[in-house]
């Protein structure tokens, strides 16, 4: 049943592109994005004061760079927020917001008990779930499914690709909507977005690289993620994959924050992997590789195969495929995630069933 793979976990990651495939194609129909399930009218999205995004950790670091990519492109402003957090902290919601819910297993007891909490107090809300007919798919206004196909792993990956994919098609679809993109754009946007799946298996295609990386690193007792906008919000997925597989400390880090605490904690051999996908903030980043570096830490770059110039920096690179700048969250992090299975695996863990944790949390 794993495919012939050791672990549900590598299986998953190589089923990405199918995953992504399956959620993306059949709501694209003639070049144009078709959410005919969903009853939100065009009026009540041109009236939405608000989005606000609840989840729990995988599907929160989706909501992270959803934050980036929704404000992008709807221009309404997001918050995005932990389940347990929002619960508990007088949440300032009305009919005008739009509460939009992420969840693989759709049973997540915080996630569940945010969403009954958002609709008491008036919220539109809407779903992105993997598992028909779960709880939080029964209670929303409105679903989309990711058809991710059964995800067994603890460590999600499948399910974090499509909840991404999700976004996207929402982003556009709600950009178009309320007037934000011309033909040519809309157009560009789908025809990147039906590239993704490709995209995503030509990583996949060139995993010996990552692994060799992997051989390099298993060792390390901490790991620093740094990024800026889109790849600081993908980082913290890239991060607690590597933690929570491989038993490994890191944390992730707007890079810009470094100054303010953190660098205090480099030292000698500390591994740093600096995202630099975006480029507008290429050189931003590459100063504080600069600074890393210069504090000892080796660098493993992560960047799009034009940016030959990170190896002036970087001590390894990771280079993914080219694409729009918004959809490169979902080619960066596939790297990561094989960073991560093949760390756990040389350091044998066990990588489908890691300690303490559970593959849905249904209790608060
Ligand atoms: O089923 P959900 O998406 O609601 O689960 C949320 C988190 O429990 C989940 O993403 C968790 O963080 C995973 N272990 C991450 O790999």
């Known amino acids: 049943e794993k495919g ?39 009026e009540q999205i041109k009236g939405f004061s608000k989005i606000f995004i609840l989840a729990c950790g995988s599907a929160y670091h989706v909501g992270m760079v959803a934050k980036y990519i929704l404000e992008k492109f709807a221009r309404i402003p997001v918050e995005v927020d932990v389940a347990s957090e929002f619960r508990y902290r007088h949440p300032i919601i009305d009919d005008k917001v739009l509460v939009l819910v992420i969840s693989q297993s759709g049973e997540t007891a915080d996630t569940l008990a945010a969403l009954r909490e958002a609709k008491k107090l008036g919220a539109r809300t809407l779903s992105i779930v993997n598992v028909v007919g779960s709880s939080i798919a029964n209670d929303s206004d409105d679903v989309i499914y990711t058809w991710a196909g059964p995800e067994i792993a603890v460590a999600t990956t499948k399910a ?120 507008k903030l290429f050189d931003k980043m590459m100063s504080n590789v600069k600074e890393v570096k210069a504090r000892g830490a080796v660098v493993l770059g992560l960047t799009t195969e034009k940016n030959t110039k990170i190896e002036q920096e970087a001590d390894h690179t990771l280079y993914i495929p080219e694409m729009c700048e918004m959809m490169l969250p979902s080619l960066a992090v596939v790297p990561l995630q094989l960073f991560a299975y093949y760390v756990a695996s040389m350091k044998g863990c066990d990588i489908d069933k890691p300690r303490n944790l559970a593959k849905s949390v249904t209790v608060e």
Do not use: C, W
Not at 6 to 28: L, N
């Open 160 to 279: 974090y690709s499509t909840q991404l994919a999700v976004i996207y098609l929402l982003a556009i679809y709600f950009a178009d909507l309320l007037g934000n993109l011309s033909k040519e754009d809309y157009a560009y946007y789908v025809s990147q977005l039906q590239e993704l799946p490709d995209k995503i298996a030509e990583i996949l295609s060139n995993k010996e690289h990552i692994q060799f990386l992997a051989s390099q690193f298993f060792n390390v007792k901490d790991v620093f993620f740094i990024g800026r906008n889109l790849d600081y919000a993908m980082s913290l997925e890239g991060s607690l994959k590597l933690k929570e597989i491989s038993y490994i400390h890191s944390d992730a880090y707007a890079a810009g924050e470094l100054k303010h605490g953190t660098i205090s904690l480099v030292e000698d051999g500390t591994l740093v992997v600096a995202l630099a996908t975006q480029n």
């Open 4 to 42: 012939g793979y050791q672990h549900f976990m590598a299986k998953e990651i190589m089923e990405q592109p199918k995953a992504v495939r399956d959620t993306i194609s059949p709501r694209i129909q003639d070049g144009k994005i078709v959410l005919d399930n969903i009853t939100l009218t065009a």
